[in-house]
Every structure is written in structure tokens, then in C-alpha cells.
């Protein structure tokens, strides 16, 4: 039976928000990647949506039926940690192009990186809570699956006297 609690589905949530913050602030840095007259592609935006559009389904996995996808919790936790990697190395290596990007527009620069920087911080959070909720339901999942052997599996087995000859 699926119990859905709140945090777990915040985790869902919260990656829903942030898949769309951050489509957001790649068309803020990227504006020409809308698809627009001028002959722009999408494909780098559907690049990077793609593989992150799997964050919102685990948290939802997570959210709706923990206890059985409680071992991808890890799998979980490495593609954050893998993004948060990736885009503090962008953000580092990539700064005065962001910059010159965003020059038009001051706010909508401060924005930008704000909400970059803001979202980034939070998965760094999200990892240990992640963790933490595939860490308990793993334990109660062993647990229930050590309650469901029954006690004769093993105590009414009969021994086995050698025959002492042949046929």
C-alpha cells in the first residue's frame, strides 16, 4: 500500500521547481536557444532537460513507493552531486561569458546567478535528505522481508542418513 508522506513529496516538488528555474535561467543566459526566427535550435536546451527531468521522477519514486526504490536513493545523490560539480565549475570557469551575456541587463543578471547559486545550495541539501529517507526504508524493507520467512523453512527439514551401500 502507498503512503504518500510530506517530505518525500517535497522532494518532488522541489525538483519540479527546480527543473523549470533552471530551464529559466538558460533561456536568461541563452536567449536565442527558444527556437526562435533567426533559426535557433533547441537541442542544447532539451540536452540539458532531459537528464535532469529525472531528478523530479525519482523524488516522485521516492515519494509514492520509497521502500522498493530505496537503493536508487545513492543514484540519486551522485547525479546532484555530479550537477552541482558541473555548475560550479560553469559558473567559475564561465563567469565573464555569463557577464557579458547578461550585460544588458543588470537585475536580470543578479537574478540569474542568484537563482543559480540558490538552487545549487539546495541540492547540496537534498542529498542527505534523500539519503536519509532511502537509509530508514531500506532498513524497514529488510526488516519486513526477515518477518515474512516462515520459521518451518528451516526447522522441519529432515536430515539426510547416507544410504550405507548401493542399489
Known sequence: MMHLRPLRFTLFVYDLVRL????????????????????????????????????????????????????????????????????????????????DALSFDALGAFRAVGTLALLT????ATVPVALKIAGKDRRRAADSVDERLPDYAVDEVAPVQPDGGGA
Open 121 to 124: 545550495l539546495l541540492d547540496v
Open 20 to 99: 523549470a528555474a533552471l530551464l529559466g535561467v538558460l533561456f536568461a543566459v541563452f536567449p536565442g536557444m527558444g527556437g526562435s526566427a533567426e533559426g535557433a535550435t533547441t537541442l542544447p536546451l532539451v540536452a540539458f532537460a532531459a537528464p535532469n527531468a529525472l531528478f523530479p521522477l525519482m523524488g516522485l519514486f521516492l515519494a509514492l513507493r520509497s521502500q522498493d526504490y530505496a537503493p536508487f536513493a545513492a543514484l540519486y545523490a551522485a547525479g546532484k552531486a555530479v550537477f552541482v560539480s558541473a555548475t560550479v565549475a560553469w559558473f567559475v570557469f564561465s563567469f565573464e561569458a555569463i557577464l
